[in-house]
C-alpha cells in the first residue's frame, strides 16, 4: 500500500443489546485486517430507533474521508479495507463494493449473478451493504434515514426485501455518484440466526 499504514477510514457498526457475541466477531475481524483503519465506531441502538439512525449518527460524527460499513453479524476478511481502500482511492469513486460469500453457501445466493461483473448505472440492482464510501458523498444524498421508512417491507421483483443499502444505491445513481465493484470476495454474510433487518420493530 506505498507506506500507508492506516486507512483514511471510519469503519461504522450499528448493533443491538441482543448481539453481544456476534459483535464480538464483527469487532476482531476490523482488528485483523492487513490494513488498519482510523476508528471503529461502535453504536448501539438503546431506544430502537433504528439501524439507519444509528448508522447516520456515525457518519455524521466521523472525522474521515471514507466511511465503511459493517453489520454487527458480519465478519471482515483480513484484506477487506486494504482492498478496496485502493481501489476507492485509485478510481476516485464514491462507493466501492467488494463481493461476499454466506456463510452456509459457497457464494453470494441470489446475489450471484452479480459477482465480479463491473457496476453499470443501466442494471441498478441490489447491492450489500458491507462497502467504502465517501463520507461527504453519503452526507450529500441524506444519509440513510431520508427518503427510507426503516420498518417498511416493500419487497423487488424477485421478492427479496428493498433495505436501507439498496435506497442508498439508488440514491447515488440518482445523484450521478460513480459506483465501483471491487471483484474480490473479501467478507463473510452470517446467517443462522435471527435477522432483524435493520427495523426496530424486529428484535
Not at 46 to 58: I, P, S, T, V, Y
Not at 116 to 122: F, I, L, Q, V
Request: proline share 4%; charged share 25%; with cysteine.
Amino acid at each position: 500500500m506505498d507506506g500507508i499504514d492506516i486507512a483514511d477510514v471510519t469503519v461504522c457498526t450499528a448493533t443491538i443489546p441482543t448481539r453481544v457475541e456476534l459483535l464480538k466477531r464483527a469487532v476482531k475481524s476490523v482488528e485483523n485486517q492487513t490494513l488498519k483503519v482510523k476508528k471503529h465506531s461502535i453504536k448501539l441502538d438503546e431506544k430502537r430507533e433504528g439501524h439507519c439512525a444509528m448508522l447516520d449518527a456515525m457518519i455524521q460524527e466521523a472525522t474521515t474521508k471514507y466511511v465503511a460499513i459493517l453489520d454487527d453479524d458480519d465478519e471482515l476478511l483480513p484484506r477487506h479495507i486494504e482492498a478496496i481502500y485502493k481501489c476507492i482511492e485509485e478510481t476516485d469513486a464514491d462507493l466501492v463494493y467488494p463481493w461476499f460469500k454466506y456463510s452456509n453457501l459457497p457464494d453470494g445466493g441470489h446475489l450471484e449473478m452479480f459477482a465480479y461483473k463491473p457496476w453499470s448505472n443501466d442494471n441498478v440492482h441490489q447491492v450489500p451493504i458491507t462497502w467504502i464510501a465517501k463520507r461527504e458523498t453519503i452526507l450529500e444524498v441524506g444519509g440513510f434515514s431520508k427518503d427510507f421508512d426503516v420498518n417498511s417491507y416493500e419487497v423487488d421483483n424477485q421478492g427479496n426485501r428493498i433495505g436501507q443499502d439498496f435506497v442508498m444505491i439508488k440514491k447515488l445513481v440518482a445523484a450521478g455518484k460513480k459506483i465501483v465493484h471491487h471483484p474480490e470476495l473479501t467478507w463473510i454474510y452470517h446467517v443462522g440466526h435471527s435477522s432483524t433487518l435493520g427495523m426496530p420493530s424486529r428484535w
